[in-house]
């Protein structure tokens, strides 16, 4: 299995640290706001390389953390007159809600930054042991230049760096490559106390302690989008391998941007939509499809018509595991019958071929073709002749490889309006009793089928999507 290391810029072997085990990290969100679409595809290519490491028979530790203390969620708890804990508690409710309606697994674990303080009071005193940190008026310093590797990630060289750097008159810092590790309480800001006054961690040195914390020193895969490459990643590196002195992690994988006319979709540009918004115009079992519908590493744009062509997609599979299920509810025969071991020997050949293209750095492009030619032999070789043994392995098959990729090849079912009203009933029924929680799971459940509740005056109506 082959895998682009962003660390060597090349397609490299996997070779796990322990056996038939894979550790991995991959940056999570920031909790301050509903995630878009960009910050999608990394939830849902890292879920793919997972499930697929799976059906190879590994062991994932898989871990994700949530960035609940930051700048943006200060704001925003200003802004809003709430804690920094109301809004970071909000917004990590909503991803999972996301996470879920993306299809995406839960993390084996999903650390809160705010709940490992401890390890990074740790790991920065550790670091100013070692002498590769100092503390300024309750600041304390990465000092960059002690790190020699410092750079190997990115191919940056720190005096192209500074060269570069806009000057700062930040009289403070020893060197202005220098980077925070901890940073003094502000008036009005959550702190936790600390050797160096109270105050609150920088950003990198999170993902360092719950990597090291969850997953043990050395890691195999550390994943995130490239825009975090730097600095982001080359300053974990160099915190971690200065306090370890072992290597981070073996591989450094990075997906490319959505992009919207060509542009990085992002929250300070403006131009993005939620994952929320498109789930309301389509099922979001086609943003999925349509984010593993190019590989990885390129770019992909964001359209109508490119999305409404993974919506098409999608159902030709849909449609061909229904009538799959449909052939097999009515297939007279159980055993196989003449040449029809022909069919499942190329059927078996395309699940090679599918395993070829994600052992080739996860091509998912190549491997939902596959699929496709799958779907394409059942729609040709199985009739209502075929015997049932056949006509099993086809519709596993097709299910097997479609859940590998966390693609939904069964058609949700639809729900009857006379359910609908039975369930919006039920939702009166909690808001009269004042069970909030419950009225919000039954409008939740209802919208992840599609269906869109509207309070009017008039009384609640709904639509469907
Ligand atoms: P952020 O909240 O900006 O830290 O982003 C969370 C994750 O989403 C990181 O892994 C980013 O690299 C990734 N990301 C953000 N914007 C995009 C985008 N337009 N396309 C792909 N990945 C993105
Ligand atoms: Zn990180």
New binding site residues.
């Given amino acids: 299995m082959k895998i682009y290391n962003t660390l060597t810029r090349k397609k490299e072997e996997f070779i796990p640290i322990e056996e038939g085990k894979v550790r991995m990290y991959?940056?999570?969100?920031?909790v301050y706001n509903y995630?878009?679409?960009?910050?999608?595809?990394?939830?849902i290519f890292f879920d793919t390389v997972r499930r697929y490491f799976e059906y190879k028979g590994y062991e994932v530790n898989y871990v994700s953390n949530y960035?609940d203390i930051d700048d943006k969620i200060i704001n925003k708890a200003n802004e809003e007159g709430v804690s920094a804990k109301e809004i970071s508690e909000r917004y990590i409710k909503e991803y999972q809600k996301d996470l879920k309606s993306l299809n995406v697994k839960p993390a084996t674990h999903h650390p809160r930054a705010t709940e490992e303080i401890d390890g990074m009071i740790e790991m920065i005193s550790d670091l100013i042991e070692k002498g590769f940190a100092y503390e300024k008026n309750g600041t304390v310093y990465f000092k960059t230049r002690k790190f020699d590797e410092y750079g190997k990630l990115s191919k940056k060289n720190l005096d192209d760096l500074e060269a570069g750097a806009r000057i700062a008159v930040d009289e403070e810092k020893e060197d202005s490559m220098d980077f925070v590790l901890w940073k003094p309480k502000k008036e009005g800001e959550p702190a936790w106390d600390s050797p160096w006054g109270e105050g609150r961690p920088g950003w990198h040195i999170e993902c360092s302690v719950m990597s090291t914390t969850y997953l043990g020193e050395e890691i195999d895969i550390h994943?995130?989008?490239?825009?975090?490459i730097f600095p982001?990643h080359e300053n974990e590196i160099a915190q971690t391998e200065a306090c370890t002195g072992k290597t981070m992690a073996r591989y450094w994988m990075?997906?490319?941007?959505?992009?919207?006319d060509n542009k990085?979709?992002?929250?300070s540009e403006g131009n993005?939509f939620t994952v929320r918004e498109i789930g309301e115009q389509y099922p979001l079992s086609v943003l999925r499809f349509f984010m593993l519908s190019a590989h990885y590493r390129s770019?992909?744009n964001f359209s109508k018509d490119l999305v409404e062509a993974s919506m098409h997609g999608l159902e030709r599979i849909q449609n061909a595991v229904f009538n799959l299920e449909y052939a097999l509810d009515n297939a007279v025969d159980e055993s196989l019958k003449d040449r029809e071991e022909e069919v499942i020997e190329k059927i078996e050949a395309l699940n090679r071929k599918f395993e070829e293209a994600m052992d080739d750095d996860f091509n998912t492009a190549d491997a939902i073709s596959v699929i496709f030619e799958i779907v394409k032999i059942t729609n040709s070789e199985i009739t209502a002749e075929s015997s049932k043994e056949l006509i099993r392995k086809a519709l596993d098959k097709i299910l097997l490889l479609s859940d590998v990729l966390g693609i939904e090849a069964k058609k949700e079912e639809e729900l009857l309006d006379e359910d609908i009203e039975k369930k919006i009933q039920e939702r009166q029924e909690a808001r009269k009793n004042r069970d909030f929680a419950k009225a919000d799971a039954i409008r939740d459940e209802l919208l992840e089928k599609g269906i869109i509740l509207e309070d009017t005056r008039e009384g609640v109506r709904w639509k469907r999507k």
């Fill in positions: 991959v940056c999570g969100p920031t995630i878009h679409i960009g910050n999608a595809r990394p939830v960035t994943g995130g989008g490239e825009d975090l982001h990075h997906n490319g941007f959505l992009n919207i990085k979709m992002s929250k993005f770019p992909i």
